[in-house]
């Protein structure tokens, strides 16, 4: 019986991260894209989109226990709060020290 390793590659892609856009933008599934165009059209810069991103962020701050929280996760906290989405999903998909890019399973055994 032989085990099968999946090996990350350092120059692997980001979930959810499109690496053709250089401004980081995020991959969308076509239901998502059809929302955020129909959105986009109807106050024709993209507002709805980003207020539902502070609403969310309002309830996260909220909720957030940062007191209890260990370094890794008040890190990737402040990127959440500070940041965008895709800056979010970088950084926590990313070994700090080296720049790898973790795995979902590794990302999760971190982040819990």
Same mark, same amino acid.
């Given at each position: ?6 090996? +990350?590659?350092?120059? *692997? ?5 499109? $690496?053709? +856009? ?9 239901? $998502?894209?059809?929302?955020? #165009?129909?959105?986009?059209? #109807? +106050?024709?810069?993209?507002?709805? #989109? ?13 909720? !957030?226990?940062? *007191? +209890?929280?260990?370094? !890794? ?12 989405? $895709?800056? %979010?999903?970088?950084?926590? %998909?990313? $070994? ?17």
């Amino acid at each position: 019986m032989t085990k099968s390793v999946q090996v +990350n590659d350092s120059k *692997a892609q980001v979930p959810g991260v499109s $690496e053709s +856009n250089e401004s980081g933008s995020e991959e969308k599934g076509s239901e $998502e894209k059809g929302s955020e #165009e129909k959105g986009s059209e #109807e +106050n024709g810069s993209g507002v709805v #989109e980003s207020k539902k991103q502070e609403s969310a962020k309002e309830v996260i701050k909220c909720i !957030a226990d940062t *007191a +209890n929280m260990d370094e !890794a996760n008040k890190q990737a906290y402040n990127v959440l709060m500070d940041g965008t989405r $895709e800056d %979010f999903l970088r950084h926590v %998909f990313t $070994e700090q020290g080296t720049g790898r890019v973790r795995s979902y399973a590794e990302m999760r055994m971190m982040y819990g």
